[in-house]
């Protein structure tokens, strides 16, 4: 299983971005599984951003993206994106995206068992 991340950039505060996350891998089948973005800046732990249940019915965002942020997901594509918008300096950090398998959104790292490579999002005060 692999998880692309993409979309990153360097923005300023208030403008908007849109990450994109492709999955592939023979057995796996995406539709089947819970998708996050995770984000961790430098000198701070990982931190949970949003989730989005496997039919993309469900969403889920942290309270510090929440109104700001929107995770969605295409499986017919196998993509899950994250779109961003008034963005502060403090959103800058690595993105992360992720796949946990079963029902029910998580927020917590260890609940996903695959990973992205992660893209960079700076933004600009």
């Known amino acids: 299983v692999q998880l692309q991340a993409s979309g990153g950039g360097l923005v300023q505060a208030g403008g908007s971005l849109r990450l994109s996350c492709v999955a592939s891998?023979?057995?796996?089948?995406?539709?089947?599984?819970?998708m996050g973005w995770f984000r961790q800046a430098p000198g701070k732990e990982r931190e949970f951003v949003a989730a989005?249940?496997?039919?993309?019915?469900?969403?889920y965002h942290a309270d510090s993206v929440k109104g700001r942020f929107t995770i969605s997901r295409d499986n017919a594509k196998n993509m899950m994106y994250l779109q961003m918008n008034s963005l502060k300096p403090e959103d800058t950090a690595v993105y992360y995206c992720s796949a946990g398998p079963g029902a029910g959104l998580r927020t917590t790292s260890s609940s996903y068992d695959y990973w992205g490579q992660g893209t960079l999002v700076t933004v600009s005060s």
């Open positions: 989005i249940s496997m039919a993309g019915s469900t969403t």
């Open positions: 891998g023979r057995t796996f089948t995406f539709g089947r599984y819970i």
